[in-house]
């Protein structure tokens, strides 16, 4: 659809009057535009156009204090409540490493920002969101009750763009890390050799940067000596037990322009059809297993001994969610974890059918 075809801003606002109680990303789906031109239709009447400054933007949260966090893309939404503390600028990577709201970012995909106000009868709420050139959600910062308004709305003046025009360009999506690679050169060797010198975890995307593979490629590849496929129920599976047993994990949902990371135990989860829910005090997580084609268990060397993730992949070969049992830097894996990540039900053979 180009850009004469996309329905006017008066059209979507009256599609939106039209259809209260859907979501603001399923809406944008069926009138076929990306969800920041909905946001962006409203400009002037409830939402403010913001200059993606992320360093800004984290520097100035905390004043807001406690916040919701909510980071998601197409299959799973994280959200978690807490405040924007030690913050860790930089243009290629930005940091939010709190006790409770714990972000990896990277501003140059951030591309359009929006300060929203909406009214519900008596109820106002605010949220600053924020999108990618081709206007996918990125991420999301929803006030609460024990969030510093004034800070807010000195936050999002300092903010404020010259721009208020309510269309964005539409643009198509820049590549993905996660994408399928066609075509590679590497080998099978190749990829053991590489898995086999890691030392630390981060060295996997680098490792992937070099021999030109997505992830889900070079998981593929390396064998059952670091990666084995799971029934797609062991998601599931892994939540109910880690529940059970109160068991810190760490839980990751991310997008090209935003991860964002749980860390600690998990005690009520709901499933509800294909969606598997966890409602705790200050972390939410709503996961569509419906869109779950593969499910890995990963084990990666590191100094401190192999670690072992929980990967869960989509039609599209991109990663969902990822999970690992929690640790610091410097400690060896938890018992607990490992073992339930070797113990979860395989799929025979090499590979996923």
């Known amino acids: 659809m180009d850009q004469r075809e996309r329905p006017s801003p008066q059209e979507i606002r ?69 405040v924007y503390d030690k913050v860790v600028t930089g243009n290629k990577h930005a940091l939010v490493l709190g006790d409770e709201i714990d972000l990896r970012i990277f501003p140059k995909v951030w591309a359009h920002g929006f300060a929203v106000e909406k009214r519900d009868g008596k109820d106002i709420s605010h949220s600053l969101q924020f999108f990618d050139a081709a206007g996918k959600a990125m991420h999301k910062v929803q006030l609460g ?19 208020q025009e309510p269309i964005v360009v539409f643009k198509a999506s820049g590549a993905n890390d996660d994408a399928e690679v066609p075509g590679q050169a590497a080998t099978v060797e190749d990829v053991r050799e590489c898995w086999s010198q890691l030392t630390d975890v981060h060295q996997f995307f680098d490792m992937l940067k070099r021999l030109k593979l997505s992830r889900r490629e070079a998981v593929r590849m390396v064998g059952e000596v670091y990666a084995w496929a799971l029934e797609k129920d062991a998601i599931g599976a892994m939540f109910q037990q880690a529940a059970e047993d109160e068991m810190p994990i760490m839980c990751f949902v991310g997008n090209r322009g935003c991860i964002q990371i749980h860390s600690g135990p998990i005690k009520w989860v709901k499933t509800i059809g294909p969606w598997i829910n966890v409602l705790d005090k200050t972390f939410h997580l709503h996961l569509g297993t419906h869109h779950i084609i593969e499910v890995w268990a990963v084990r990666k060397p590191t100094k401190d001994g192999h670690v072992t993730s929980l990967e869960a992949y989509g039609a ?38």
């Open 14 to 82: 009256r599609a939106q009057q039209d259809n209260p109680k859907i979501r603001e990303h399923d809406l944008a789906a069926r009138l076929g535009i990306s969800e920041a031109e909905l946001v962006a239709a409203h400009c002037g009447l409830g939402a403010i156009r913001v200059e993606p400054r992320v360093n800004d933007l984290l520097t100035g949260l905390e004043a807001v204090g406690e916040v919701v966090a909510h980071t998601r893309n197409e299959s799973a939404v994280h959200e978690k409540i807490g």
């Open 145 to 163: 009750p024990a969030s510093n308004l004034d800070a807010y709305q000195k936050l999002v003046a300092e903010l404020e763009s010259s721009n």
């Open 316 to 353: 599209d070969g991109k990663m969902i969610i990822q999970f690992f049992g929690k640790r610091r830097e410097g400690e060896g894996e938890r018992e607990d974890w490992r073992f339930l990540a070797e113990t979860l039900p395989r799929i025979p053979g090499p590979t996923a059918a």
